[in-house]
């Protein structure tokens, strides 16, 4: 009956030395961070929340089931990148780029006015481009303002136009914009084959050039010698090619997004997409003026395709030169 008592206090010993124990563990494990083996509060397992959330922000795909591997990322931080550049730095400074070409375009023709025919017409005409040079011409011209306006409404539209047009007329716009740049985007790719290979021959650069380059091609008044084509009109063919083809394959990936299964790349694809656009517009603006109203004769020669030969002399006077040469030869040996 004595022995009850001691084995009571044993106990008692014992229980408080392991709690005790336990509240040191506990103690040193919150002083030092987790120990293999233990799971501390508010992780799961030995990972912690902030472990977890940082892989989730840097892209690191899961596991899925299912064939799209793409729903293994749930946050995909590109896409926050892409999303400020293209409403940020492109729209702003692509809008001010192309406001800036059209001011520059109007005070030119303020200033100088149009660029009239040296001596007036003559009334004997020249031809210059022939009927399947002129159709693809203007099926390459007709995409171009389709695509063109159909794409300014998409990048800009949310600050010009809906303002102005209020939300659901704004929305109907931008959806059929939508729809036509899909749909008639991939048909760009025919007209930038077309332009290559009728337009190809002659657009080669030359030391002609320079002579062009060093009299400003006449713009500014005085007289600019130079072939079938100028150096512009060279470097808008060798622009509208390789813009044209950058859009187009760009375009391929962002019509059809299961040839390119990369997220990022899209995205890429994309941007790339609207600053080449940007840069074609603008360029494009330069020679739609010139063409159709800067230059008096010019086009004529994309409408009958033939050229008054006064236009001829002042403008492509080399070429001239080599028409009347040809003729002459032809003329001799018959």
Not at 44 to 49: A, E, P, R, W
Request: glycine letters at 12%; hydrophobic letters at 50%; aromatic letters at 12%.
């Amino acid at each position: 009956m004595k022995l009850k008592p001691f084995l009571i206090l044993a106990a008692l010993a014992v229980v408080m030395a392991g709690a005790i124990g336990f509240d040191g563990r506990a103690a040193r494990a919150h002083e030092s961070g987790p120990v293999a083996g233990e799971v501390p509060g508010e992780t799961l397992g030995t990972t912690s929340d902030a472990d977890f959330w940082r892989a989730i922000r840097q892209g690191e795909a899961a596991k899925v089931s299912i064939p799209d591997r793409q729903a293994a990322v749930l946050i995909q931080s590109e896409g926050e990148t892409w999303r400020n550049l293209r409403n940020g730095p492109i729209s702003l400074f692509g809008g001010w780029l192309l406001l800036g070409i059209v001011v520059v375009i109007g005070v030119y023709f303020a200033v100088r006015g149009r660029i009239r025919i040296d001596g007036g017409r003559s009334g004997r005409t020249v031809q210059r481009f022939t009927q399947w040079q002129r159709i693809s011409h203007w099926f390459a011209a007709a995409l171009f303002v389709l695509l063109g306006s159909t794409g300014l409404v998409m990048l800009f539209g949310r600050y010009a136009l809906k303002p102005v047009l209020g939300a659901e007329a704004f929305a109907a716009i931008a959806s059929a914009s939508l729809q036509a740049h899909n749909l008639f985007g991939p048909m760009f790719i025919i007209a930038v084959v077309w332009l290559f290979v009728f337009f190809l021959k002659g657009n080669f650069f030359s030391r002609v050039d320079i002579g062009w380059i060093v009299r400003l091609g006449g713009f500014f008044g005085g007289h600019a010698s130079s072939g079938f084509y100028n150096f512009a009109e060279k470097n808008w063919f060798w622009m509208a090619v390789t813009l044209g083809a950058l859009l187009s394959t760009s375009g391929i990936v962002l019509d059809f997004p299961t040839l390119l299964e990369d997220r990022q790349a899209q995205q890429l694809a994309h941007l790339g997409h609207a600053v080449a656009a940007i840069v074609f517009i603008g360029v494009g603006l330069g020679h739609i003026y010139l063409g159709a109203i800067g230059v008096e004769g010019a086009l004529e020669a994309m409408t009958r395709g033939d050229v008054d030969v006064n236009w001829a002399k002042s403008h492509h006077d080399l070429w001239y030169e080599d028409v009347v040469a040809k003729d002459a030869a032809k003329a001799g040996g018959e």
